[in-house]
């Protein structure tokens, strides 16, 4: 079954302490994003990655890092959360620009 | 800065009626795609138009681009409860490469039996 699956998707940590939130997809995708929604701001991207080594600055970068080492995998890393990346994240992949988008079960991430 | 508008952001209409989603952008693209999410779920590919006068449909739903005007508008036809969802377009700018993608703040829409 085509999927982009998503680890973990619930997660309550504490300020500073580093996590990571893996993406992977099983569609040979070459495009890949990571996404956060909040209430009242629909969803904003954080980065993309266009190919293996491949990635690139969204609107909301800042306090995140990303790496593209596989082409399945587009791990987000926070290495010092703060309470203000409490928010709900989906990671998207699609097989080039123009083409449709298949989005994660999204991870619920609360920062205390 | 590119601004991706839509309205309404909510939309409560009955069953068997015919509404309209705008979708606004401010820059120039060629590409913009609509996606709905059901509540507490992730999002779903409705459609993807890539080219002036670009029309899709899909069941109740159809989706247009006007990129001289820059707007796109989703339109339900005899609308069911079953179409109740948050719909999202997104925009494509067109001088940048890979998947830079703007999203609007979404329309809710309750379709009322």
């Known amino acids: 079954e085509a999927q982009v699956t998503q680890n973990p998707r619930y997660l309550i940590t504490v300020t500073g302490k580093k996590l990571t939130v893996t993406c992977s997809q099983n569609?040979?995708?070459?495009?890949m994003s990571w996404y956060r929604q909040d209430p009242g701001l629909g969803l904003r991207q954080i980065y993309y990655?266009?190919?293996?080594?491949?990635?690139d600055k969204g609107d909301v970068p800042e306090g995140y890092k990303v790496s593209r080492k596989e082409k399945r995998n587009f791990p987000l890393i926070l290495e010092s959360p703060s309470p203000n990346q409490t928010s709900l994240y989906f990671c998207a992949s699609s097989f080039s620009t123009g083409f449709e988008q298949y989005f994660g079960p999204g991870t619920r991430l609360t920062v205390t | 800065e590119l601004k991706v508008e839509q309205n309404p952001l909510f939309l409560s209409m009955q069953e068997g009626k015919n509404y309209t989603i705008y979708c606004n952008y401010s820059t120039t693209s060629d590409r913009l795609y609509w996606y709905r999410q059901d509540p507490g779920k992730s999002l779903e590919s409705l459609f993807v138009?890539?080219?002036?006068?670009a029309v899709k449909q899909e069941g109740r739903l159809m989706a247009s681009l006007d990129t001289k005007a820059r707007l796109s508008t989703l339109h339900i036809t005899a609308a069911v409860h079953d179409l109740s969802a948050t719909y999202f377009c997104?925009?494509?700018?067109?001088?940048?490469?890979?998947?830079?993608?703007?999203f609007g703040e979404g329309t809710q829409l309750t379709v009322n039996p």
């Open positions: 990655s266009m190919n293996v080594e491949v990635t």
């Open positions: 138009l890539l080219s002036n006068g």
């Open positions: 569609m040979n995708h070459e495009y």
């Open positions: 997104a925009v494509q700018p067109q001088e940048t490469s890979g998947s830079r993608l703007t």
